[in-house]
């Protein structure tokens, strides 16, 4: 992702794209590190399983009506998808093209990164225009940042001929990157702007610092369907900025924003005067280490879950020709493994989630706890 100000073309922010890949990809050790998924165990209940052969994986996912298209859902095979990560210089363009070929095998969604780098210079456009190619028929979402102008919306869309376009708000980011924004007052109608001008579904979504209850309240009242709340927990993007500089940066910051699960959690509690009763439609990401979390995220509210680090530290560092065959095994692992707990769980279908009974404790919970979350 870049700080989304509009041109003057600068030769660095291509640079910056590969920069924040191999910091972020250095933050993927083995996946296990310690995150809020952890906060959240189920109720084992040993008769109400299921039989796995049954169990329907496949997600749909409501949207309502923009000003240039109409209300609809999408129904994805799997329930998770790759997020929106990157594109644009000749290294994360054979990253796309192996998780675009990942997608097309195993009927994953798939985000890019922010192509307004390629909005700004059009020699970088394939970099992002790879992944439709090498998946014509599957589901892509393009990726503006928040104060890109309204007609960027219809642009990006038409460069991966696109079927949602995710804008994201990361005001975290911005505020720890050397080169970030300090205005963050307009983004609100920035968002309603592009949300307007798109001929798709706009998706809004956080880097990693979570969406509260008031931020989807707004969402909703601009118009706007669909949210991913990606939350605290993986991919950190203070962490990425701070390495970036050379002076005191913002570690002091650490832990700041919430995780995804705290983020589903808040939003779904009951409306009051301080929570607003309509929220989007939820997508979840943010530190998807594995199919467990994947099912928690569905089991707090998200229709969808969304996982950038966890899968592009399989594909690897420079995009070689056997990053799609890992990914797929991988994928392919996870349906399986998802399946599984969805049967040991009691669920055939996504929605079974909804009424599992679920224990809280740690962080987590005295979130829940501080936010009158039941
Ligand atoms: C990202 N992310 C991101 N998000 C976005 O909306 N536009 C972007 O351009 C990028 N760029 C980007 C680059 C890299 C290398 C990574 C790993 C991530 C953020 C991503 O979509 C997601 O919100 C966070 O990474 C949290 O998810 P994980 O990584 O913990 O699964």
């Given at each position: ?5 509009p ?9 910056r ?8 990809l250095?933050?993927?050790g083995d996946?296990?590190?310690h ?12 008769l109400?399983?299921v039989?796995?052969?049954?169990v ?7 949207y309502?009506?923009g000003?240039r ?7 994805w095979?799997t329930?998770?998808?790759?997020n929106g990560?990157?594109g ?6 054979r990253?796309?093209r192996?998780?675009a070929i990942s ?7 798939m ?11 059009p020699?970088?456009?394939?970099g992002f225009a ?6 014509p028929?599957g589901f892509?979402m393009a990726?503006l940042?928040v104060?890109?102008p ?6 990006a ?5 696109a079927d949602?376009?995710?804008v994201h ?9 050397p080169?970030?924004s300090r205005?963050?007052s307009?983004?609100l109608?920035s968002v309603e702007?592009l ?6 579904p ?7 610092f979570g969406?509260s209850r ?6 909703a ?5 669909v949210a991913?709340?990606s939350?605290?927990g993986?991919t950190d993007?203070?962490?990425i900025e701070d390495a970036?500089?050379?002076d005191g940066?913002f570690?002091?910051?650490t832990?700041?924003?919430q ?5 589903l959690?808040d939003?779904s509690?009951?409306?009051s005067s301080?929570?607003?009763s ?6 979840a990401s943010g530190?998807v280490?594995?199919p ?5 995220a ?6 969808a879950?969304?996982?950038?680090g966890a899968?592009?530290s399989v594909?690897?560092p420079d995009g070689?020709e056997g990053?799609?065959h890992?990914?797929i095994s991988?994928v392919e692992?996870?349906?399986e ?21 679920v ?5 987590l ?7 009158g979350v039941d």
């Open positions: 992702m870049t700080s989304d100000a041109p003057p073309t600068d030769p660095t922010r291509a640079a794209k590969d920069e924040h890949l191999s910091l972020a250095d933050q993927h996946g296990r590190a995150n809020e998924f952890d906060d959240l165990d189920f109720v084992h209940h040993a109400d399983g039989d796995a052969d049954l329907d994986l496949s997600v749909s996912v409501p309502r009506a000003a298209h109409p209300a609809g859902r999408w129904r095979r329930p998770f998808y790759v990560m990157t644009g210089t000749e290294r994360t363009t990253i796309n192996q998780l997608a097309r095998e195993t009927g994953m969604p985000a890019c990164g922010s192509v307004s780098v390629a909005l700004d210079d020699s970088t456009a394939h790879v992944i439709r190619e090498e998946n028929s892509v990726n940042g104060g890109r309204a007609d960027d919306a219809p642009r869309v038409e460069l991966l001929s949602a376009l995710q708000v990361n005001a975290v980011q911005e505020t720890a990157m080169e970030g205005d963050l307009s983004w109608a702007g949300a307007a001008a798109s001929p798709v706009v998706i809004v979504k956080e880097v990693g969406l008031r931020t989807l309240g707004r969402l009242d601009i118009g706007v369907g991913d709340v939350g605290r993986g993007f203070l962490r970036r500089r050379t940066g570690g002091m910051l832990g700041f924003g995780s995804a699960l705290a983020s959690l939003a509690a009951p409306a301080s929570r607003p309509s929220t989007p439609t939820l997508l530190g280490r594995s467990y979390d994947v099912v928690k569905l089991a707090a509210g998200a229709h879950v969304g996982v950038a899968f592009v594909v690897g070689d990053g799609a890992r990914l991988l692992d996870w349906t493994r998802t399946r599984a707990v969805f049967a040991l769980l009691g669920a055939a279908h996504r929605d079974d989630l909804r009424s599992t009974d224990i809280l404790r740690g962080r919970r005295e979130f829940c706890e501080s936010r």
